[in-house]
């Protein structure tokens, strides 16, 4: 006997029209936030031959890029800047002249409040070691050290307009660190985005050649081991106690679990980043023909959103945006 199902889940796959009225979860690009890289000292932006369509922008080439998410009606971007000149402390991270706080002033000149403008506070960019923080006497990160940096980084960013300052660091601490010395300096407004999830990844690999990292050596001293679900709750935990006011999980697409729990929970947004290795990957696999490169974008964007982040960080956001408009 042939066994007919009455249950047919197929009835609401079956047309275009009916696939988008049911669809759970969708992209909007003002959940898109996109990074850009700014650098010191060129005339000329320069391509980054891990990050297809990616540059090294010079501060105009910057304030058109932002200008065009803006266009494209993109939440916001994050800026990471690459200066000339690096050294033990990343005193260009904290100088108001500095490449990322003279770039911040260039494009909230330029965008006002079309796009919400965010910084990257955490010094590897800045430093001549290439570490997120600085260095103590038998060469690890000194956590608390780094916090007095920190503190002045952020004031920096702050007084150079930025609205929302990464921390990316991974330093213990360092939300409560930098709320305090932004809230004793009048920046009471300045919200932070924490990266309470950020594993040790070999995805930020193209990252490093974005931002010419001098690291030798890895960050498995403080960023988040690989093996652990858990310790991602722990970490959005704290930074919440600590004043975060969205929580961020990265990488992404490795991490959908610990996304999850953290949206599960978090009563703040929750943001996802998709990471440099991520987007490689991408673009790898589509330019050997492997698969689609538009839908498999979109697929991974959707992925994340669907996994629970209320906006997500991608280098593909403001072509995204211009698929869905
Ligand atoms: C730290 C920082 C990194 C990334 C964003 N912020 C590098 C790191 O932690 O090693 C990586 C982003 C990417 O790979 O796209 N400043």
């Given at each position: 006997m042939i066994h007919t199902p009455?249950?047919?889940?197929r009835r609401l796959r079956a047309t275009p029209a009916m696939r988008r009225l049911v669809a759970e979860t969708r992209l909007h690009p003002a959940e898109l936030i996109l990074p850009l890289f700014v650098r010191e000292g060129i005339a000329e932006p320069r391509p980054i031959s891990s990050m297809p369509g990616v540059h090294q922008h010079t501060l105009d080439s910057l304030r058109r890029a932002a200008a065009e998410a803006a266009e494209a009606g993109l939440g916001g971007v994050m800026l990471f800047g690459v200066p000339e000149r690096r050294d033990a402390s990343g005193s260009a991270a904290d100088d108001p002249d500095g490449i990322l706080n003279a770039a911040t002033r260039a494009v909230v000149d330029e965008v006002g409040d079309a796009l919400v403008v965010q910084t990257d506070l955490c010094l590897d960019e800045f430093t001549d070691h290439g570490h997120c923080g600085v260095l103590g006497g038998s060469g690890e990160v000194d956590n608390d050290a780094t916090l007095v940096r920190y503190r002045s980084m952020a004031l920096a960013q702050a007084r150079a307009?930025?609205?929302?300052?990464?921390?990316?660091?991974?330093?213990?601490?360092q939300v409560a660190a930098v709320r305090d010395a932004l809230d004793e300096a009048g920046h009471r407004e300045t919200a932070l985005l924490a990266y309470a999830a950020k594993y040790a990844s070999a995805f930020y690999g193209p990252f490093r050649e974005a931002v010419d990292s001098q690291l030798s050596g890895d960050r498995r001293g403080y960023q988040q081991d690989p093996a652990n679900r858990r310790e991602g709750l722990r970490e959005a935990e704290l930074d919440l106690a600590e004043g975060a006011d969205v929580l961020m999980v990265k990488p992404a697409m490795s991490y959908l679990d610990v996304l999850a729990d953290v949206a599960a929970t978090s009563p703040v947004p929750v943001w996802a980043y998709q990471v440099s290795g991520e987007a490689a990957m991408i673009e790898a696999a589509a330019a050997n023909g492997w698969i689609d490169r538009r839908r498999a974008i979109e697929e991974s964007v959707l992925g994340i959103k669907r996994a629970g982040a209320d906006a997500v960080l991608s280098y593909f956001a403001t072509e995204i945006a211009g698929w869905i408009r």
């Open positions: 009455t249950v047919r889940p307009g930025s609205a929302m300052l990464g921390l990316s660091g991974m330093m213990d601490g």
